[in-house]
């Protein structure tokens, strides 16, 4: 079955980057985006961006413009989320989902605690 | 950027009653793009309905969904012990944005 496995929780400081990958199986992985999204405690989930690994084309939410990158290794099935410049509440659990229509997120990752603190 | 207002917060029922969500959003979407998430603590949420009222792969028949411009309604026939979480719906017509969210809860 279509499944998505993400990398595990992390500890960041204030100014630091952080890395979260997304690995992707049971599915051709370059017919279908990768998105990711946070939801931080109490509030509502928050799109961050995403990318279309058929042809590397990525978009942005413009709130985090600037401070994110989505990436990819198609020879790994894996997308990976960089955020830089990371502050308190960035601290969120982070999931990716493969948008494999125009838009709804199915199936999601089992979701990435990143917590920064100082 | 589109809001989507959900409401009640939260929703005491017993099982086998029904349950009538709404998501309100802050411009017109078009029906096409217009979605529906359970989740339940300490998972990721669950695709339900896409495109207003495409069921995705598995989801039961007592999941319906329906609506259109700005005012979209999910519908839970008969709750199941199983049904009871947190609901969320989303739009991808411009960007994509999230409801805050309905908890089904026991009443």
């Known amino acids: 079955q279509i499944q998505l496995v993400q990398s595990g929780a992390e500890v960041k400081k204030p100014g630091a980057s952080a890395r979260i990958s997304c690995t992707a199986s049971?599915?051709?992985?370059?017919?279908?985006?990768i998105n990711w999204m946070r939801q931080a405690p109490g509030q509502r989930l928050e799109w961050m961006g995403w990318i279309n690994p058929g042809n590397g084309d990525t978009e942005y939410s413009d709130k985090l413009q600037g401070r994110i990158s989505i990436t990819m290794d198609t020879s790994a099935s894996t997308a990976y989320l960089d955020l830089r410049g990371l502050k308190s509440d960035d601290t969120s659990v982070y999931y990716c989902?493969?948008?494999?229509?125009?838009?709804?997120?199915?199936?999601w990752g089992q979701g990435t605690l990143l917590t920064v603190s100082s | 950027e589109i809001v989507l207002t959900q409401s009640p917060g939260t929703l005491s029922l017993s099982p086998g009653e029904r349950a009538t969500l709404s998501c309100r959003a802050s411009q017109y979407i078009s029906d096409t793009y217009f979605a529906w998430y359970q989740q339940k603590p300490g998972q990721p949420p669950r695709l339900l309905l896409y495109?207003?009222?495409r069921r995705a792969t598995g989801i039961p028949d007592r999941f319906t969904g329906s609506g259109s411009g700005t005012d979209f309604t999910l519908t839970i026939n008969g709750l199941e012990p199983e049904d009871f979480a947190v609901y969320f719906c989303q739009q991808y017509d411009t960007s994509r944005t999230f409801g805050q969210g309905t908890k089904v809860e026991v009443k």
């Open positions: 049971g599915y051709t992985f370059t017919s279908s985006g």
């Open positions: 495109a207003t009222s």
């Open positions: 989902a493969r948008s494999p229509g125009l838009g709804w997120f199915h199936p």
